[in-house]
């Protein structure tokens, strides 16, 4: 981190000057970045992968903990990032081309998951709001980065015309990454319009509704993880899907003690292969990013499960 302290911020306006010139001078820098990093081991049962999401402001969604305007400030979110990616119980990072890229350039990804946001086009606020166009990371472009996948939110509203195309081009992003065997992280909601403000249905009812809709896009489901919100009747929900299943964090409302909890509760079920936070840990509100980040952290699962090979031996005897 450059020795910025534990829970403090440099407040020097020039800290990440260096990254304007090397997007000035020598822009194939972050593509070589991305070719030398160390990549991460591998995913597998057992070990639940700790993720930072850090896609809002592509969306112009730059609010958070009350503060609407708290994900303006490029520097600071790069602080807070970075912080957040130092600890070695965070597997990776959820975030928009921009936001890659300067990490990359900032070699905090290495050993890390890379998934890129894919469609921010559905602008918060906006009046088409619904109609989410891809305008993000493309397969290619994550493949050349050598990326995990792809992460697509998938809002369905049986109100609006723009869902058919959603979908549609929900189910083409995944089949161009599965092609190139990427993960399709698919985030799925059932909304409305209320009161002119796109409204997700958390009831257990509607996210099992969504799970199944989104699970049946593409022509094969071989790449495609779910991440779906900490709601009422988990175990409902993860009946739904056979999917690897990472939990979003959202900005919950609550006391933090209470969303942790009901953040562990979840990550106990079966199929939940972990946790995809952002605001709730890069802006907590007492302040402190690396003691949410291990608190968050520590909630995770880390059992010893058999090999795929080894328990179709034991299954055959």
Known sequence: MGGLPEGAFDDDPRRYE???RIRLEDPEAIARAARERKPHPGVVLGKQNFIVAADHPARGALAAQGRPEAMADRRELLDRLQLALA???????????????????????????????MNRGGLAGFVNEFDDRFTGHTAAALE?????????????CL????????????AKAIDSLAERRLVAMVEPFLSSWVDGKVTNDLS????????????GLGSTSAYTWMKLPVVAEMERVMASTTMPTVLLGGDPAGHQDEVFASWGA??????????????TLLYPADGDVAGAVAAAASLLRNEEIAPLGQKSKEAAQ
């Open 159 to 170: 109100g609006d015309p723009a869902t058919a195309g959603i979908l549609e081009a929900t």
């Open 87 to 117: 600890n070695p119980a965070v597997d990776g990072v959820l975030a928009s081309p921009d936001i890659m890229d300067d990490l990359l350039l900032l070699g905090a990804l290495d050993g890390k998951l890379l998934f890129g946001s």
């Open 204 to 215: 257990p009812e509607a996210v099992i509704r969504s799970v199944a809709i989104a699970s």
């Open 18 to 20: 260096h990254l304007t």
């Open 144 to 156: 050349a980065i050598g990326a995990t996948g792809g992460k697509m939110l998938t809002r369905i």
């Open 266 to 279: 979840a990550l106990a079920l079966p199929g939940v292969q972990g946790l995809t936070v952002g605001r």
